[in-house]
Structure formats: C-alpha cells, structure tokens
C-alpha cells in the first residue's frame, strides 16, 4: 500500500511540474529597435503590440533565433534568464516534492536512492558505471571542447578586447560569427530554403522513398487543434499506422519535441497510432522559415514515430521500444537525421521563396561546418 500510494504521490507531482512547464509561459518585452540583426521573418512576426513593445515568449521558435543572430547582449541575457525561470516559483515545491517521493519509493524498496533504483535495469546497471561513462565521455571530448571555448573566447574578445569568458547566453551567437569568418557560412542564408511546409513534405517524400510506404491524409481524424493535421501510413496497400502532426507552438502546449504512442498495435480494434509534438514556425516562406538543425530534429523524432508503427507490425514486434535497451531507441532516429545533410536528399525539397533550389556549395560548407561545437556540446 506505501509503494502504491508513493508512485500515485510521484506521478501527481510530477504531472504538476510538467503542466506548470507547459502552462506558464515566460515572456520579455523589448523596444522594436532590439530586433536589429534578426531574421525579416522573425521580425515580421513580432510587430509591436498596443504599447509600442515587441513580445517575445520562451518557446523555442522565438528564442532560438534571439540567441543565434542577435548582436544585443543585453537582450540575449535577459531571455535567457526568462527561459530559465520558467514556472518559477510555482514548480519549487513540486520539484521538492517529486525528490522526496522519488528517495522515499527507492528507500523504501531497498535502494540507497533514486538513482540506484531507476538505473538498474537499465544499460549502465548502476549509479557508479553511469558516473564513469559519463567521465570516459568527457575525457574523449575535453580537447576538442577546450579548443572551441578559445575560438569562442578570442571570437568575444574581437566585439570586447577585456573578456575573460564566454556566457552561455553568447555562445550560440559567437558560434554563429564563427560559422560567418572561418566556415563561410551564414545560417540566415541557409534557413531560406527551409520553409516548414516544404520540409513536412520533404521528409515524407524521403521516408516513403527508405521504407516503400505510402503517407496519405487521414479523413475526418478527430483532431485536438486546427493545425494538428493527421496522416495514414499504407505499405503495399495495406493500412500500417496512423499519425498525428501537431507542429507549432500555442498556450498550454508541450514546449519540446518528442513522439508519443497513442495505441500500440495492431490490436483487434485499429493500427498503431501515435502522435509527433514539436515547436516549430508555421507556414510557407514568409512565417515558417526553419533552422537547419529544426530540420534535423523534425526528422529524428519523425524516426522516432516510424520505428512505432512499424515495431507495431507482427514480423518487428519483437523491435518495439519497450523491447529495446534504452541506448538503442536513439539509433533508427540518429542513422535518419544524416540524410539532412545530403545534397540529393535536400535538393528535393529545400528552395527559396522563387523556387530555387538550395545550392551544393552551400551544402558543402554546412558539412563543413557540422562538427564545429561537438566539443563543448558533449
């Protein structure tokens, strides 16, 4: 009865800070004139409001491009910290006591805390082997990551001769000049051919050409939201999955991007059907431009809900997540984002606002580029 009632205790507080996350949204307001440096788009879709001040909210689309183009520290602090108090101070005492409930459940089965609980069945096994792959990771990484932070550093010390270190609220900035000076490469350039509805149709393009399936509307789906659009999966004519898109941000809404089963099958009753929540702009090319690496992330989690309809077919039950080692899950989605980064692939769907397509050099130095911040970012 204890372990019962813990477990309802964690998941209460749990769905508390979650349903916080969601619910509470951070905002700053700036002058117009603090958009300078920011994407036509970007500005474009924040006008000034009754008061004469620019919104800009912590979802992902609109601080993204803040931290990456933006050449007004102040501005890029000042978002930052509001990200970084989301639900701030409402999820204090759910976060206190979802660490309380956690250590009494894991006590309380024998375990000396949480963390020997949840990793032992688990890859790693144990808090202590988890630790040190952790620190074999960082030992692999640590040249390379020292290396960027110098290149970073000398890059803060060109816009100010007297800094002794890099922000965190900076470092997607710097990287971006960097990216400018030493790759020759400009993501406000790259972004262009990136329109969302182009790439939704892209990436479906590329996983029926990999998987030989069909992706079809689904009529009259019972969606949740007006830009929530739903889809059938079909392999040699025959229904395997069905699928939600629910793409773009909106009040209330799951702030990241993940793929959640809504029914495993097949069952007696229907095909799998799971649904994709990401953060995204919305549209063609005027208010849907996409960075790259949200191309890259599309695709991931799309790799994500793929291995659920299929893993839901008899001949790969035996592949289904909950089958599988945590560790591997990430493969099938990690193996999918490389075909970002080909040129035949993005050449199909990936054009500017007059239909011309995204340039092989411009690929070239995007993959040039690609390793640049693996250090610091590991």
Known sequence: E?????????SEFSTEFSKNLREIQGNIKVAPEDLVGLPDDYVAAHPPGDDGLVTITTDYPDIFPVFTYSPNEALRKELREAALNRAYPENVDALRGLLEKRYDLATTLGYKNWAAYVTEDKMTGSPQVAEDFLKEVEGAARNSADVEYDRLLAKQQE?????TSVSDWSASYLSELIRQSDYNLDSQEVRKYFAFTDVRAGIFELVQDLFDVQIEPWENAPVWADDVTAHEMYKDGKLVGRFFLD???RDGKFKHAASFPIRFGPTSDGVPVAALLCNFPSG???????????????LHEFGHLIHGMFSGQPDYAALAMDNLEWDFIE???QM???WVWDYDTLAKFAKDADGNTIPRDLVDR?????????GLGT
């Not at 204890?2 to 964690?10: M, S, V």
């Not at 995007?366 to 693996?374: E, L």
Request: aromatic content about 4%; hydrophobic content about 40%; proline content about 6%.
């Open 331 to 333: 493969a099938p989605s």
């Open 366 to 374: 995007m993959v040039a580029a690609r390793d640049f911040g693996i």
């Open 2 to 10: 204890k372990i019962r009632t813990l477990n309802a205790e964690i």
């Open 336 to 338: 999918l984002e490389n």
């Open 284 to 298: 063609g090319h005027e208010t849907g431009l996409m960075e790259h690496d949200q191309v890259e992330t599309f």
């Open 159 to 163: 816009i100010d001769p007297d800094a």
């Open 247 to 249: 793409m773009h941000p």
